[in-house]
C-alpha cells in the first residue's frame, strides 16, 4: 500500500501475533487505501495459505472476496444498503438501523466457510444516530472470531462511545513525493509540478483521476481572470454555472481556489480577508443552499474583495 506503511506495519504485526482487534476504525483522507486495505485484512484472516502474514491472492477465499462474493466477508456502503432496502442507491444518504441489525442477525450466525466474519462499513461517520447507538451493542460484546472495520473520512462525526471501543489505525495523507511520481509516470507531466500536486491533497486517487488535469487548469485560469480583472460579471456568472452541478464539486473548487489564493497573496493583507469570506461560503455548503446562488455571490465577492 504506497505511502501507508505505519497502518500496514501495525496491522501486520497484529496479523502474525494473532492479537487482532475485534473492531477498528480506519480514518484517513479519501483515495489513500482505507477500503482497500480493509479488504486485504479479511483476506489475509481468511487466506487458505497459512504459510505467510500476507493474503496469497489465489485460493478461493482470497478470489471470492476480491469479487464480493465470500459469504463471511461484507462491505457494506450505500450499494448495499439499498440492496437491502430495495431502494435506489442514489436515495441513499445515510447508514440506517436497519443496516447495523442486518449486520447483527448476520454476525450470529455461524460461518459458512472463513475463518473470520469480518465487516467493513464504508463512509461509517454516515450511520444515523440510531444506527450509532445500535452498533455499540455489537462493539460492546462481539462474537468470536468476528470483525468489524469501519472506515472513514471524518472520525469526529463519529459517537465518542463508538471511537473508544475500535482500535484506530491512521491513514495519512500520501506525501506529495507519491502524488509527484503518480503525475510524472501517468500525465508525463514535468512542469508546474508543485502547484499541481498541492491539488491532489495527498490523494491518490484524485491525482489518477482522467480529469484531474482539467479540473486543475480551469480553477487556474479562472482565478487568473478573477485577480487581473479580465473577467466581467456576465463572464463570472457564466463560470459560476459550472461549478455548482453539485455540493462536492462546489467543495472541491473552493478548497482548489484557496490553495491558489493562498499561493498568490498569502503576504498581502487582504489574503485574510479574502481567505474568510471563501470559507464561510465553504461552511454554507452544509446546509441547504441554493448552488449556483453561492457559487455567484463567491466569485463576484472574490473578485469586489481583491480588486478593491
Ligand atoms: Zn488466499
Redesign the pocket.
Known sequence: MLGQQKAVLSLQAQLRTNRIAQAYLFAGPEGVGRKKTAIEVA??L????KEQIE?????????KIDKNIHPDVHLIDFAWQAGLLEEKPEQQTQIKIDVIREIQREISLKRFEGNYKVFIIDQAEKMSQSAMNCLLKTLEEPPENSLLILVTTSQDMLTQTIISRCQIIKFNRLMDSVVHKILTEKFNLSTNLDRITKFANGSVAKASSEDFIEKTEFVNELWSGLKSKEDDTINLLELSKKISHDSEQTKEFINNLLILIEQDLVNESRFSKVAEFILSCKRALRYNVNLNLLTDVLLLKTQEIICR
Not at 481468511?46 to 495459505?49: A, I
Not at 493474503?55 to 478470489?63: A, F, L, Q, T, Y
Open positions: 483476506k489475509a481468511n487466506c487458505r495459505d493474503p496469497c491472492d489465489e485460493c478461493p477465499s482470497c478470489r
